[in-house]
């Protein structure tokens, strides 16, 4: 095995696993089905709670 094989490897790994992590994303949103459960998504942390008026 030399190293252009090693590389392909690395790049067949790296695609899998980006491609694994979107397929998870995509089938936990549409189980989910686009209702408002008052869950935050996860780029909102408490600290969005201090700014909101009340």
């Not at 969005?48 to 008026?53: F, G, N, S, V, Y």
Request: no cysteine; proline share 2%; net charge negative.
């Amino acid at each position: 095995m030399n190293q252009s094989d090693l590389l392909f490897l690395v790049l067949i790994l790296i695609t899998l696993t980006s491609l694994t992590v979107f397929v998870v994303q995509f089938v936990r949103s549409r189980r989910r089905g686009g209702e408002d459960d008052d869950r935050s998504g996860w780029w909102e942390g408490p600290w969005d709670d201090d700014d909101r008026r009340r």
